[in-house]
């Protein structure tokens, strides 16, 4: 089993619809981080979210950490092409390595 | 801004062969860490490392694998005897500090070395 599943595994979508992207764990962490990953290039912080029902806005990405700490959201509103990528999902356990989640690959179509 | 680098971005070797894996972090962090990912799937940690020394490792991280710090800015991975499953992305990862529990600073990642075992 995969500490951190992110769902939908794949999605594509046409400019300008919004969409949702989830991360799930059945355990509790103290934070968790987005990244946006695009072909040959590495992991690019988005945001760190730390308090239970922490809710981050960048631009139009609205990120969300669970109440009880164990998953996450991130929703786009009025996608554009420029959002396609690999979206990652990371936490800290006790020690510094990132733990990834398996990633949504975004392609938004003109 | 200043940025992880990497070389090369892309490196083909021969099965059995060594492989260098060179990153130069940001310059004032402590912290550096390699990670890799296999084609379609999650990034993986394989090591960290702090104050001249390994911090932790992963089980990937075996006895084929090292990494050292010979100067003042180079941190590098080497592979010593390649098998075809080690073909990967290879990412470099820097940051300034780390602390249990605390919110702490990101790992600044690079544009990685694509690995291809022949």
């Known amino acids: 089993t995969q500490l951190l599943e992110q769902s939908p595994q794949f999605l594509s979508i046409q400019e300008g619809e919004n969409l949702t992207v989830y991360c799930n764990s059945s355990?509790?962490?103290?934070?968790l981080q987005w990244y946006r990953q695009e072909p040959g290039e590495g992991p690019v912080l988005l945001v760190t979210?730390?308090?239970?029902?922490e809710v981050k806005k960048l631009k139009r990405l609205t990120f969300q950490f669970g109440d009880a700490r164990k998953d996450s959201s991130l929703h786009i509103t009025a996608a554009q092409p420029g959002d396609t990528g690999l979206y990652l999902c990371a936490v800290r356990g006790n020690t510094d390595k990132l733990i990834f989640g398996t990633g949504t690959r975004l392609q938004v179509f003109p | 801004e200043p940025e992880v680098t990497q070389t090369p971005s892309h490196q083909v070797t021969q099965m059995g062969q060594e492989v260098i894996l060179r990153c130069v972090p940001i310059?004032?962090?402590?912290?550096f860490y390699w990670y890799r990912q296999i084609l379609g799937q999650k990034v993986e940690f394989l090591v960290s490392?702090?104050?001249?020394?390994?911090?932790?490792k992963s089980e990937i991280f075996d006895d084929q694998f090292s990494v050292e710090r010979p100067d003042g800015s180079n941190f590098t991975l080497k592979i010593r005897s390649t098998k075809l499953e080690d073909s990967a992305m290879y990412f470099c990862?820097?940051?300034?500090?780390?602390?249990?529990?605390?919110?702490?600073?990101?790992?600044?990642f690079g544009d990685g070395t694509r690995l291809s075992i022949l």
């Open positions: 990862a820097s940051s300034e500090g780390w602390q249990v529990g605390r919110s702490n600073q990101p790992q600044h």
């Open positions: 979210v730390v308090t239970g029902g």
């Open positions: 310059s004032n962090h402590l912290y």
């Open positions: 355990s509790v962490f103290s934070s």
């Open positions: 490392f702090y104050n001249n020394e390994i911090s932790e």
